[in-house]
T-cell receptor, first 114, second 114 residues
Framework: AQSVSQHNHHVILSEAASLELGCNYS??????LFWYVQYPGQHLQLLLK??????LVKGIKGFEAEFIKSKFSFNLRKPSVQWSDTAEYFC????????????FGQGTTLQVKP | GAVVSQHPSWVICKSGTSVKIECRSL??????MFWYRQFPKQSLMLMAT?????????EQGVEKDKFLINHASLTLSTLTVTSAHPEDSSFYIC??????????FGPGTRLTVT
């Protein structure tokens, strides 16, 4: 069965610390991968996506993610977090046909302390 | 970026009544709209996919007679929760996109059934 899992449910960091959020997927065939962010009280926003090509993807707000096919992973990274990065982060996947039917991971709550 | 709205943002209804939730794409015409359900502190689960002018397709385990979806135009989809019960209480989120392009999410509707 297709699934997406996120290892970290709740992460607490101090400002300027580096961030890495894990995401693993189980999918038959080619997969498209996404990271979304949900700030408190706001709607989901796309941080970055991977469809094909360079496995290191850069997104908005200084975030990046690396697609490692051999590890079925798509981890999200940021070298130096800010208090404003406090939010819920979701990894999601879609099949190569790009139907838009996203399967989401459980989400990771990131709390950045000033 | 594109904007998707939902109305109402919060609704409380009595058990046995029906509730309609609207999802609108405000500045683009969406060929496809999706409905997700999010339980507290959990991930988003895709409920159904809605294409303008055709019947919605429901994910496995979603009761199509309970969750009626109508996609009357390229900018409006509605989800009606019929004969609502307390277990239907949840956060319902819609998203909209033009085929092959980015999916934009609405702010969500919190449904509480008493």
């Amino acid at each position: 069965a297709q699934s997406v899992s996120q290892h970290n449910h709740h992460v607490i960091l101090s400002e300027a610390a580096s961030l890495e959020l894990g995401c693993n997927y189980s999918y038959g065939g080619t997969v498209n991968l996404f990271w979304y962010v949900q700030y408190p009280g706001q709607h989901l926003q796309l941080l970055l996506k991977y469809f094909s090509g360079d496995p290191l993807v850069k997104g908005i707000k200084g975030f990046e993610a690396e697609f490692i096919k051999s590890k079925f992973s798509f981890n999200l990274r940021k070298p130096s977090v800010q208090w404003s990065d406090t939010a819920e982060y979701f990894c999601a996947a879609d099949g190569s046909s790009n139907t838009g039917k996203l399967i989401f991971g459980q989400g990771t709550t990131l709390q950045v302390k000033p | 970026g594109a904007v998707v709205s939902q109305h109402p943002s919060w609704v409380i209804c009595k058990s046995g009544t029906s509730v309609k939730i609207e999802c609108r794409s405000l500045d683009f015409q969406a060929t496809t709209m999706f409905w997700y359900r999010q339980f507290p502190k959990q991930s988003l689960m895709l409920m159904a996919t809605s294409n303008e002018g055709s019947k919605a397709t429901y994910e496995q385990g979603v009761e199509k007679d309970k969750f009626l979806i109508n996609h009357a135009s390229l900018t409006l989809s509605t989800l009606t929760v019929t004969s609502a019960h307390p277990e239907d209480s949840s956060f319902y989120i819609c998203s909209a996109r033009v085929a092959g392009y980015e999916q934009y999410f609405g702010p969500g509707t919190r449904l509480t059934v008493t």
